[in-house]
């Protein structure tokens, strides 16, 4: 597994904007899949936004026109960049990292608070 370090949680009132960073290290240059999920309290951890191995995208419809996920392979390092941010945007949001190399690996997690 490779560690991976999230920043850029916070809280911030409905509409406003952040910004999170995911930067993964470790001697794993294979190819790989990284995302964004979320965890809500007493909910189910769901996919946001990912960043597959053959460079397509998929978002989940609630964010999808609002979120922005990037990628650096060169760096190993994931972005997401949440706009018009909603309470039911509220939840824990973890980084994660699969290749075939090293499996799958997770981000301890940042939290997102929206105030409505």
């Known amino acids: 597994q490779l560690q991976l370090v999230e920043s850029g949680g916070g809280l911030v009132q409905a509409g406003g904007s952040l910004i999170l960073s995911c930067t993964a290290s470790g001697d794993d240059y294979s190819i790989n899949d990284m995302g964004w999920y979320r965890q809500a309290p007493g909910q189910r951890r769901e996919l946001v936004a990912v960043?597959?191995?053959?460079?397509?995208?998929k978002y989940h419809d609630t964010v999808k026109g609002r979120f922005t996920v990037s990628k650096d392979n060169a760096k190993n390092t994931l972005s997401l960049q949440m706009n018009n941010l909603k309470p039911e945007d509220t939840a824990v949001y973890y980084c994660?990292?699969?290749?075939?190399?090293?499996?799958?690996?997770w981000g301890q997690g940042t939290q997102v608070t929206v105030s409505s």
């Open positions: 994660n990292y699969y290749s075939d190399v090293t499996g799958v690996s």
């Open positions: 960043v597959l191995s053959d460079g397509s995208i």
